[in-house]
């Protein structure tokens, strides 16, 4: 874990870790070729930034006042950041955190530009919630805009892009030693079945198991390439052409697993909902439904305050509820968001602020 603490008038250069994703373009597939769609070949030509989703939503359902303090989870591209940090004024301070070095890289551009106070912590952000929790931080407004980056997918050698040849990395955190070439190499059949249905809800995921042993028994599996034409090999044929790209799921469900996005969540919503002040919003913008489940189901008990089984006559655990929705539904992206941004189109938006003594106990 790296951190660091800066007055934004104290300039960045140089501070920031200045490593880049290493990646050494592509590893040659030797898989046979397989009609269906496949990935391009060539190395990115630099990252573009990333356009913020649901940008104006969120910065208006947090609600943020000058001198307020705000921590962002998944800084990225820092389009969210910026925002915040307009709000927060000179007086206020802004939290940043991110497994991935390049967003730490964005960070300093972006901590010059500001009045606020920041700080950075390169860390997974169940990490960096454990630290701020033992520091005894507060903050008035905690969010996450989970998944990948948009500077990820488009570094093409990080391996995130089944539309792109690359070797099969998909790590956030380039230091971690766990990627999806060592996830293909040594899961076992059953293992990487439950992999692919768990975390991709694909439903030939025992086909494509079932390829990806008896492939890695010949040669390992070491590019996107190579990947896509197995899943191609071990799908019916129309299923290679109709809907979304065949390999879409089976790249998901690889990229939750190298990065334990789930298990991250789950450890990190408790954190984060107890760092808020009262009064100040938990707010999270999710991208598939095995996210947006866990989001909702956790705003929503500590909305309902009671855990008792339906069937109790009347409550007997006494607990009140902690939170108030800001909407009993997930805020979508406009027809004109999704137009401009087609990233944007599977996002969810959900979002509470935690009650103060008197709305909990009237
Ligand atoms: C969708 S992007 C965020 C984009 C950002 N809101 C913006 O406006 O530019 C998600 C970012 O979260 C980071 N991330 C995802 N999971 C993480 C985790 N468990 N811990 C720390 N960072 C994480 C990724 O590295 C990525 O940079």
Redesign the pocket.
Known sequence: MSTFLLDSRQSTKGQCARQRPGGSGAAGGRTPIVRGRRPVEGRSEGAI?????L?TELVELLDLRPGQVAI???????????LVAQRLGSRGTLIA????P??EE?FAELSSQVACSVRFIR??????LELLTEEGARADAVY?????????VDTRERGFSYSFQAPLDMR??PGQKLDARAILANYDQRALTRLLRDFGEEKHAAAIARAIVNSRAQHPIESTSQLVDLINSAIPVPARFAGSHPAKRVFQALRIAV???LG??DR?LPLAFSLLRAGGVLAA?S?HSLEDRRVKRFLAARARGCICPPDFPICACGREPEAQLVKNRAITPSASEVTRNPRAASARMRAARKLTEEEARP
Do not use: K, W
């Open positions: 930034g990333h356009v913020p989703v940008a962002d989870c998944t800084f990225g591209g820092g389009g969210h950041a910026q955190i991110d497994r991935d390049l967003a964005r860390a997974s952000y169940a990490e960096a996450f805009d989970l998944g990948m980056s948009s500077m990820q956030m955190d990065n334990d996005e991250q969540l990190s913008i991208f």
